[in-house]
């Protein structure tokens, strides 16, 4: 996989395995390293303010590395403010081990603040890449549709579930079209209320049946 990005990006430089050799980070950034040993850890510096929400996100496994990264957060004086080893991913499918790390918090005071990776299992290598995104919530969501295949006669019309996958704290109405569809197909239904997660619309075909599949996108 090839991830692209709007935030600035860095790599990560060796040696940042203590607080006192800490890689300094202006945020928001994405950093792309590696756990090169096992027992390796990685940390890196960032100022921030009183009060400022910040986002501290791994992607390694979902992007096919085997790291199981492991995070934490901590103030100047080596407090731990959050840690985090697995987030789950309701957008995974059949993945069982959500292994990709990920927090939220506020931070408490105006300072220099670090964030400390590392692979849970103590493990590493040349394989063990990650990014490592630090920045402010970047609300968004994605939308799943069930079921994902429908056989519908000419001019009925049939029901489906729209689930929101919501993400770092977007609980806006999301409003729901069919785009670019065929002339006759039709979405009843079309709004997932603010905070909730399910809604169940209603899918028209038009009269005249088709022997072909039809591809529509929500």
């Given at each position: 996989p090839f991830v692209v990005d709007?935030?600035?990006?860095?790599?990560?430089?060796?040696?940042?395995?203590?607080?006192?050799?800490?890689?300094?980070?202006?945020?928001?950034?994405?950093?792309?390293?590696r756990i090169y040993a096992p027992g390796d850890l990685d940390v890196f510096s960032f100022k921030g303010r009183a009060g400022e929400a910040v986002v501290v996100a791994v992607a390694a496994r979902a992007?096919?590395?085997?790291?199981?990264?492991?995070?934490?957060l901590t103030d100047a004086d080596g407090r731990t403010l959050a840690v985090n080893d697995d987030c789950q991913d309701k957008g995974a499918g059949l993945t069982t081990h959500h292994a990709d790390s990920h927090l939220e918090t506020v931070l408490p005071?105006?300072?220099?603040?670090?964030?400390?990776?590392?692979?849970a299992q103590r493990q590493g290598g040349?394989?063990?890449a990650y990014r490592l995104r630090i920045s402010a919530p970047r609300p968004d969501f994605e939308l799943r549709l069930v079921p994902s295949s429908l056989s519908v006669r000419g001019g009925a019309s049939a029901p489906l579930t729209v689930y929101a996958l919501r993400k770092?704290?977007?609980?806006?109405?999301?409003?729901?079209?069919?785009?670019d569809a065929p002339r006759g197909f039709a979405l009843a239904g079309s709004c997932l209320p603010a905070g909730q997660e399910k809604v169940?619309?209603?899918?028209?075909v038009p009269p005249r049946p088709t022997d072909q599949p039809v591809g529509l996108k929500v």
């Open positions: 709007d935030l600035p990006e860095s790599l990560e430089q060796e040696p940042n395995d203590t607080i006192t050799a800490a890689q300094p980070l202006t945020a928001p950034v994405i950093v792309n390293g992007l096919g590395s085997p790291l199981d990264s492991v995070i934490r005071a105006d300072g220099t603040y670090h964030v400390q990776l590392a692979d040349p394989d063990y770092e704290g977007f609980t806006n109405d999301i409003f729901l079209r069919l785009q169940q619309v209603t899918l028209s």
